[in-house]
């Protein structure tokens, strides 16, 4: 089975300026996850679905981040505009449900330097 | 509120010489432990995961963990490191209700030498 995708691999851009990523959840996973992973730290979860509504986004700085997962399938995050402190591998996982004990499959990241 | 903290930052070991990473965990709540593996430029993936039952658990590449309840700990093992298990190695709990989120440890870079 396909795996999680994800989109750009690496991105550069300036502060003040905007980005947005993209996630493909493995075929079937309700739920959908997008962490911040930033250099010598474990993973931090921004946001959370379930299906196309948000379960958790309490750790979403939601005065320049946004997420959205229309349909119930692919999602994107966006920052705008972005900082400095915003550089990090930003990571998305699915699992089938978020029942507990459930495995989440993570894509390979995207890497955000801002300058 | 659920809390994981790995003990060491980074753990040097020698090719083919035992090593376990150490994970304590607290929480107000019961939880599922996991451990997860993440290789250069990759994406995180799962080694093993305890839900209940036996508190030995063995997961992929050789790998085992241990659930000790009243120590809060989730320690993995090998018995024998290869170069291939050069990785950082995470540590996580989800609460097993409500939103069933995952906590992260910051992780434990492990480097075998050869």
């Known amino acids: 089975e396909a795996g999680v995708a994800q989109s750009p691999r690496y991105k550069i851009i300036e502060k003040r300026q905007s980005v947005a990523f993209w996630c493909n959840p493995i075929?079937?996973?309700?739920?959908l996850y997008w962490y911040q992973q930033i250099l010598g730290q474990g993973p931090k979860l921004l946001i959370q679905?379930?299906?196309?509504?948000?379960?958790?986004d309490s750790q979403l700085p939601k005065d320049r981040f946004s997420a959205e997962r229309l349909k119930g399938v692919d999602s994107t995050l966006k920052i705008q505009p972005a900082k400095l402190e915003d550089s990090a591998v930003y990571l998305c996982?699915?699992?089938?449900?978020?029942?507990?004990?459930?495995?989440?499959?993570f894509g390979p990241g995207t890497r955000l330097t801002v300058l | 509120a659920q809390s994981v903290t790995q003990l060491d930052s980074q753990v040097p070991v020698f090719e083919e010489a035992p090593v376990e990473l150490r994970c304590n965990y607290s929480s107000s709540v019961s939880v599922y432990l996991f451990w997860y593996v993440q290789y250069p430029n990759q994406g995180l993936q799962l080694l093993l995961k305890?839900?209940?039952?036996?508190?030995l658990v063995k997961g992929i590449n050789g790998f085992e963990a241990e659930f000790n309840k009243s120590q809060t700990s989730f320690h993995l093992r090998k018995p024998s490191v290869h170069i291939s298990d050069t990785a950082e190695y995470f540590c996580a709990v989800q609460k097993n209700s409500g939103t069933y989120k995952y906590i992260f440890g910051t992780g434990t870079r492990l480097k075998v030498l050869a």
């Open positions: 305890y839900l209940s039952g036996s508190t």
């Open positions: 679905f379930q299906n196309n509504g948000v379960v958790d």
């Open positions: 996982a699915s699992s089938l449900d978020r029942a507990g004990g459930d495995t989440q499959y």
């Open positions: 075929s079937g996973h309700a739920t």
